[in-house]
C-alpha cells in the first residue's frame, strides 16, 4: 500500500491564543476555517523554543534547541542531525520545501531532497547574541517598537513579496507532482514568513477588518518597573524608551496582523484547491514557529513563556482522523515522529536527544502523562530559560530571576505569579524537582556563551576579504520547463499538461 502524501502548511509568528479550537469566529479565514473543521485541533500546542531559528530546528529534529545546538536565530543546524524530511526520503518520500526554515549554515536542505526559494532572513552568523555583553542592543537586526508605530496599508512589503514568491512556486509544484509519473509518495512543506512583523498588510485584506470587530488586548500595558524581569530585558532589547505607543497604533498593528492572516488564508485555499482539483489526497499538518505577544501586558513579537509567544496553533488533517479538539498540551517537537507514524516508519532506530513523541496515541484516545518542555537562550536574554507545561500548570526558571508558576485554569492571563509569596502550593517544588531532572542550566549556560565565542570570531574572519555567503540559491532556470529548441515538442505538450489528453 502506498505510503500517504504530506502537506505541511507552516506560518511565521501566529499565536495559538488565536485558535482557541480552529480560528476564533471574528477572523476572516474561510480556508483555515474550513481545514480546522476536518482536523483534529490542539487547543494547548506550544513552540519548542518562541524565536524563528531555534523552534524550526526543533519542529525539524523533535530536539530542543539544548540538544540541537540551534540556541538563537544565527546559531548553526548541523548536518548530522537527522531531520523529519531525512527519515522521510530515507523511506522513499520525494521531500520538498517552498519557503522560510531559518537554516543557518552552509547546508540549506537538511533532508530536503528540493528547495524552491531561498530564505528571506540571513543564514550567516551575523545575528549571534553575546551574552558577554547584557543589555546591549544590535542595531539593525533587533527588534523595535518602529514596528508598531509604521502599522498600516502598503502593495507590497518585502514579506509580501517572499510570501507571494512561496505561494506560487507551491502552486506550480503541486502540478509538478501531479504530473509527475513516479509513485513515489511526497512530502511539501509551504511555510510562509506572515502574519510576522512589519505590521503592514494589503488594503484587501485590511478592508476585511473595517468594522473593528476584532479584539484587543487582554491585559494592557504594565508599566516597566512592575514587569517581571526577562520582560523588562524584552522592553529593553525593543529600545521602548524610544517610541511612543498609543492605543491606536495598537489597533492599527493588530489589524494589520489580522488581516495578514487573511492574506494567508487565501494563499492557502488556493493551495488546497489546486491539491483538490489535482484528485491528489494528503495528510496536512497546519502549525506556527512560534505566536506574537500584539501588545498583552505592553510587550510585542515573542521571545516570552507567555501564552501570546509560546501558544501556537496545531492541526492534523488525515482521512482517518476523526475531527475533533484536543485539550491536552503538546508540543512541535512531537510533530516529526508524529510524521514518521503517519508515513508507516518504523521506530526501531532512536536518535539521543529527541524528545518529541507521536501525538497519534493522543490522538486515538490515549493519554498523555510526560510534559511539554521549551527552552529560551536568544536576544532578549542574558541566561538560559527554561519552561514546563503540564495540565493546568506553566512553570518558568532562570537562574537570574525569580520563579515562576501559573495556574492557567483559573488565571489564563497568567497575572498571579504563585511562585511568589510564603506559602506557594505544593506544586511548585515538584516542578523545581522535574527542571532539575530535565536541566543543568549552568551547564546550559557555558554551552551557549561558548557557542556565541565561536561564532563570533567565524563571522568577524568570514567578514574579511572575499565573501563567499550561505544562502542557498535555486536552480530554476526554466530549463526543460518550457519550449526550448532541444525538445520534442509533442513530448512536452504531453508531459507538462494534466489531466493528460
Same mark, same amino acid.
Given at each position: ?151 498600516? *496599508? !502598503? ?6 513579496? /517572499?510570501? &507571494? ?5 507551491? $502552486?506550480? =509544484?503541486?502540478? %509538478? ?22 505590521? *503592514? !498588510? ?6 476585511? /477588518?473595517? &468594522? ?5 488586548? $487582554?491585559? =494592557?500595558?504594565? %508599566? ?278
Amino acid at each position: 500500500m502506498r505510503a500517504p502524501n504530506i502537506l505541511i502548511l507552516m506560518v511565521d509568528q501566529l499565536s495559538g491564543t488565536f485558535f482557541p479550537d480552529g480560528p476564533a469566529p471574528w477572523l476572516h479565514c474561510p480556508n483555515i476555517r474550513a481545514l480546522a473543521d476536518r482536523s483534529v485541533r490542539f487547543a494547548n500546542a506550544y513552540t519548542a523554543s518562541p524565536l524563528c531559528a531555534p523552534s524550526r530546528a526543533s519542529f525539524m529534529t523533535g530536539m530542543l534547541p539544548s540538544k540541537n545546538r540551534v540556541y538563537d536565530n544565527a546559531a548553526e543546524f548541523a548536518c548530522e542531525i537527522p531531520t523529519f524530511a531525512h527519515r522521510l526520503r530515507r523511506a522513499g518520500y520525494h521531500t520538498c520545501l517552498a519557503g522560510k526554515m531559518h537554516f543557518v549554515g552552509a547546508e540549506q536542505l537538511h533532508g530536503f531532497e528540493e528547495r524552491l526559494t531561498p530564505d528571506i532572513y540571513p543564514v550567516d552568523f551575523g545575528w549571534t547574541p553575546d551574552y558577554r555583553n547584557p543589555g546591549e542592543r544590535v542595531d539593525g537586526w533587533y527588534h523595535n517598537l518602529g514596528s508598531v508605530g509604521q502599522a498600516g *496599508v !502598503a502593495q507590497i512589503t518585502t514579506q509580501l513579496e /517572499y510570501d &507571494d514568491e512561496v505561494s506560487w512556486k507551491a $502552486q506550480r =509544484k503541486l502540478y %509538478d507532482l501531479a504530473r509527475d509519473r513516479d509513485a513515489s509518495p511526497w512530502c511539501l512543506t509551504v511555510s510562509f514568513t506572515h502574519p510576522h512583523d512589519p505590521y *503592514v !498588510a494589503r488594503p484587501e485584506f485590511w478592508d476585511l /477588518y473595517a &468594522d473593528g470587530q476584532y479584539p484587543m488586548p $487582554q491585559v =494592557k500595558a504594565i %508599566d516597566y518597573q512592575d514587569q517581571d524581569a526577562h520582560s523588562k530585558r524584552l522592553l529593553d532589547a525593543v529600545d521602548w524608551r524610544s517610541y511612543t505607543v498609543d492605543e491606536e497604533m495598537v489597533a492599527r498593528a493588530r489589524r494589520a496582523y489580522f488581516a495578514n492572516i487573511s492574506y494567508l488564508d487565501e494563499n492557502i485555499g488556493t493551495i488546497l484547491r489546486i491539491l483538490r482539483d489535482t484528485g491528489q489526497e494528503a495528510n496536512i499538518v497546519f502549525v506556527a514557529d512560534h505566536g506574537d505577544m500584539l501588545g498583552e501586558r505592553g510587550l510585542w513579537f515573542k521571545m516570552s513563556f507567555y501564552e501570546g509567544s509560546a501558544r501556537v496553533p496545531l492541526m492534523i488533517a488525515a482521512s482517518d482522523f476523526s475531527p475533533r479538539c484536543i485539550s491536552t498540551p503538546v508540543s512541535m517537537v512531537d510533530i516529526p515522529l508524529t510524521l514518521s507514524d503517519l508515513a508507516g516508519i518504523s521506530k526501531d532506530e532512536s536518535v539521543s536527544g529527541v524528545v518529541g513523541e507521536s501525538l497519534l496515541p493522543l490522538i486515538e484516545g490515549g493519554e498523555r502523562t510526560t510534559p511539554v518542555l521549551m527552552e529560551y537562550a536568544a536576544e532578549g536574554s542574558y541566561a538560559p530559560m527554561v519552561g514546563i507545561r503540564k495540565d493546568r500548570w506553566k512553570y518558568n526558571r532562570c537562574s537570574l530571576d525569580p520563579d515562576q508558576l501559573f495556574d492557567l485554569e483559573s488565571d489564563p492571563c497568567e497575572m498571579d505569579n504563585l511562585a511568589k509569596g510564603d506559602s506557594p502550593p505544593p506544586e511548585l517544588a515538584h516542578f523545581q524537582a522535574m527542571a532539575k531532572e530535565y536541566w543543568d542550566l549552568d551547564r546550559f549556560d557555558r554551552e551557549v556563551r561558548e557557542s556565541q565565542r565561536r561564532r563570533h570570531i567565524v563571522y568577524e574572519a568570514l567578514r574579511k576579504g572575499k565573501y563567499h555567503p550561505w544562502i542557498y540559491r535555486s536552480s530554476d532556470d526554466g530549463s526543460g520547463r518550457f519550449v526550448d529548441s532541444h525538445l520534442d515538442l509533442n513530448a512536452l505538450e504531453e508531459e507538462r499538461r494534466f489531466p493528460r489528453a
